[in-house]
T-cell receptor, first 111, second 116 residues
Framework: QQPVQSPQAVILREGEDAVINCSSS?????VHWYRQKHGEAPVFLMI???GGEQKGHEKISASFNEKKQQSSLYLTASQLSYSGTYFC????????????WGAGTKLIIKP | DGGITQSPKYLFRKEGQNVTLSCEQN?????MYWYRQDPGQGLRLIYY???????QKGDIAEGYSVSREKKESFPLTVTSAQKNPTAFYLC???????????????FGSGTRLTVV
């Protein structure tokens, strides 16, 4: 039931691109993306809804493939500030709006 | 500014003690959640509440208890029955989806609990 995130970790040089994937075996209503820096609370990045459009936030964008129940987070021209752990949270619909979280992808950006 | 306040930031517990972690929100959110995070791990749900005076167990509720007497407050008690409580605890809240179906979680800054 827990979505699978890949890769588990990635190391980039500043300016390089990265893709983080989140896959579910269940049909999804929405996918949420959050970033957590070490010792801090996760911060909301974006939500992708079933039937919705691809989202973008500065150089961070995401897509949601409903047929595959998979979402991808794209980080373009990565900056040092992008370092952290990225979590996807999946909503299977229903009345409780409860997210099920992936294990996270650790992103390290080096200068 | 609206947000979630967790306190204390750091907490030390002796063996056999109960401790209570505070979580207060002024976002007027209906739902509140408690998560446990261990080093290098994801978020595991302890308890959640969608309405005052009602709450549900999550995946790892054993050794924990909660109350929801007010919409704004959702304290978590770590009891002596929790044998390995050392972890980072996060409280979150969320609203009902808006007209477009969008919603998000807001997290507190966390409480780091250590058993001494």
């Amino acid at each position: 039931q827990q979505p699978v995130q890949s890769p588990q970790a990635v190391i980039l040089r500043e300016g390089e691109d990265a893709v983080i994937n989140c896959s579910s075996s269940k049909a999804l209503y929405s996918v949420h993306w959050y970033r957590q820096k070490h010792g801090e609370a996760p911060v909301f990045l974006m939500i992708l809804l079933k039937g919705g459009e691809q989202k973008g936030h500065e150089k961070i964008s995401a897509s949601f493939n409903e047929k595959k129940q998979q979402s991808s987070l794209y980080l373009t021209a990565s900056q040092l500030s992008y370092s952290g752990t990225y979590f996807c949270g999946t909503d299977q619909g229903g009345s409780n709006y409860q997210l099920i979280w992936g294990a996270g992808t650790k992103l390290i950006i080096k200068p | 500014d609206g947000g979630i306040t967790q306190s204390p930031k750091y907490l030390f517990r002796k063996e056999g003690q109960n401790v209570t972690l505070s979580c207060e929100q002024n976002l007027n959110h209906d739902a509140m959640y408690w998560y446990r995070q261990d080093p290098g791990q994801g978020l595991r749900l302890i308890y959640y509440s969608q309405i005052v005076n009602d709450f549900q167990k999550g995946d790892i509720a054993e050794g924990y208890s909660v109350s929801r007497e007010k919409k704004e407050s959702f304290p978590l008690t770590v009891t002596s029955a929790q044998k390995n409580p050392t972890a980072f605890y996060l409280c979150a809240s969320s609203s009902r989806p808006g007209q477009g179906g969008e919603y998000g979680y807001t997290f507190g800054s966390g409480t780091r609990l250590t058993v001494v």
